[in-house]
C-alpha cells in the first residue's frame, strides 16, 4: 500500500490517508443525527460505572467490532516502521479504545444516541483483533524492502488516493441509487422538489420508459468506465491490470446485494436494481474500460473526468423513478446510523473523485507520462 515512491523505510501514505478516512467517517457515523445536544443532567463519564444492560442483540455487538476493527489495522500499517510488533498492537488498541471512550462521553450529550460500556468494550476488541491482523500482515503489504511489496510495483508516485477512493466508490453503492453505480444525486439531498427537473419542464416526467432504459445505460457505462480509468491512469504496466476493473464491479455489486437482504419487508424487490439498462451499461462500461487499458495515462485521466462528469449530469438531470422513491422510503441497510452516512458519502463521490483528478498532484503527475501501457 506504499506504492508513492516514497523512499524505502517511510512506511504507507495510503494506510495512513485511509486511516484518516475511516476515523472521519467513524466519527460522523457515532454522532449522527447531531441535533438538539443538550446536557442530560449526568456526568459524561457515567458510562464507565454503568450496570451491564439487561437488553443487548448480537448483531449491534458484532457491528461494533466490525467498525473498529478496520481502524485498529490501518493504524497498526500507519505506524509502520516506527512502531512494530507488540508494541504497534499495544499502541493501536489504546489509541482506538480512546477515540471510542471520547465518542462514548460525548454522546451522553445526543438524545438520539446512548453511552455504552459495553459498546466501549466492543469497538475496543475490535480494534485489537485489527491491530493483531495488521501486525501480523505488515511485513508483507507494508514494508517497502519486501520482494512482493505490491504498492510500487503497481502504483505510480503520488497516486494512493486513487486506492482510497476505489474503496469508497465500493461502499458508495450500498444505499439506493437512481441508477446502478449512478452516484452523486446531489439533487436528491436538497429539500425542495422544485430542484426537480420535472418540476420546471413537466413534460419530462411522462417520457417514455424507454429513455430511462437508455439513460441508465450510459450512467452505468460512464460510471465503469470513469472508475476503472480513475485507477488504470495511476497504475504502471504490469500485466493482468485489465482484470482490475471486472474484479473491483464484481466486488461492488456483491456487496451492494448483500446489504439488499437487511432491508425491511414490504420495500421493493431487493434485486430491482439490476435492470435491463443497468446490465446493458456494464457490458458497454466493461467493454470500453478494457479496450481503454491500453491508452496512454494522459488520455484515460481525461475520460475518467469526461466520463464521471457525464454520469454526476444524468444522475442529476434525468427524472426520479419509483423503485429509487420506494428504495429511500422504505429501505436501510440494517446498519443503524450508517444509512445516512453510506448515502452521503454516495453523493459525495464523483464530486471527491473529479477534485482529486483535476487538482491531485499525483493524478496530474500519472497522466504526464505519455507512453502507451500495454494491458
Not at 462514548?104 to 469497538?123: C, K
Request: aromatic share 10%.
Amino acid at each position: 500500500m506504499a506504492g508513492d515512491g516514497s523512499a524505502p523505510g517511510a512506511g504507507s501514505p495510503t494506510a495512513r490517508l485511509a486511516f484518516l478516512v475511516a476515523v472521519c467517517l467513524l466519527v460522523y457515523g457515532s454522532f449522527f443525527p447531531a441535533t438538539e445536544w443538550s446536557h442530560p443532567g449526568v456526568s459524561p463519564f457515567a458510562w464507565l460505572g454503568a450496570p451491564f444492560p439487561r437488553y443487548w442483540t448480537f448483531p449491534e455487538i458484532a457491528w461494533n467490532v466490525l467498525a473498529y476493527l478496520p481502524v485498529g489495522l490501518l493504524l497498526a500499517w500507519s505506524l509502520r516502521p516506527a512502531v512494530r510488533g507488540v508494541a504497534a498492537v499495544v499502541a493501536s488498541t489504546l489509541v482506538c479504545a480512546a477515540m471510542s471512550a471520547t465518542v462514548e462521553s460525548i454522546q451522553t450529550y445526543l438524545p438520539g444516541r446512548v453511552a455504552s460500556n459495553v459498546d466501549f468494550l466492543a469497538n475496543t476488541m475490535g480494534a485489537f483483533i485489527g491491530a493483531v491482523v495488521g501486525v501480523l500482515t505488515a511485513r508483507r503489504i507494508i514494508d517497502a524492502a519486501w520482494e512482493v511489496h505490491w504498492g510500487r510495483r503497481m502504483l505510480r508516485p503520488g497516486t494512493h488516493a486513487a486506492v482510497v477512493l476505489a474503496g469508497l466508490w465500493i461502499l458508495a453503492q450500498i444505499p439506493a441509487q437512481p441508477m446502478l453505480f449512478g452516484t452523486g444525486d446531489i439533487v436528491g439531498l436538497l429539500p425542495e422538489a422544485a430542484f426537480r427537473p420535472e418540476a420546471w419542464w413537466p413534460g419530462v416526467a411522462g417520457m417514455d420508459p424507454m429513455w430511462r432504459v437508455r439513460a441508465e445505460q450510459v450512467c452505468t457505462a460512464f460510471a465503469v468506465t470513469g472508475m476503472a480509468m480513475l485507477l488504470m491512469h495511476c497504475l504502471r504496466p504490469v500485466p493482468l491490470r485489465a482484470l482490475l476493473m471486472p474484479l473491483l464491479v464484481i466486488v461492488a455489486l456483491s456487496v451492494k446485494a448483500a446489504a439488499q437482504p437487511l432491508a425491511p419487508p414490504g420495500g421493493p424487490d431487493v434485486f430491482a436494481w439490476l435492470t435491463p439498462g443497468a446490465w446493458g451499461g456494464l457490458l458497454a462500461g466493461l467493454v470500453a474500460a478494457t479496450v481503454l487499458t491500453a491508452a496512454p495515462a494522459v488520455w484515460q485521466r481525461r475520460v475518467a473526468i469526461l466520463t464521471l462528469l457525464g454520469q454526476l449530469l444524468i444522475v442529476n438531470l434525468f427524472p426520479i423513478d419509483r423503485y429509487f422513491q420506494a428504495s429511500v422510503a422504505t429501505g436501510y441497510t440494517g446498519l443503524l446510523y450508517l444509512d445516512a452516512l453510506l448515502r452521503e458519502i454516495a453523493v459525495l463521490w464523483p464530486l471527491a473523485a473529479l477534485g482529486w483528478l483535476a487538482m491531485g498532484k499525483g493524478s496530474r503527475d500519472a497522466a504526464d507520462r505519455q507512453h502507451p501501457a500495454s494491458p
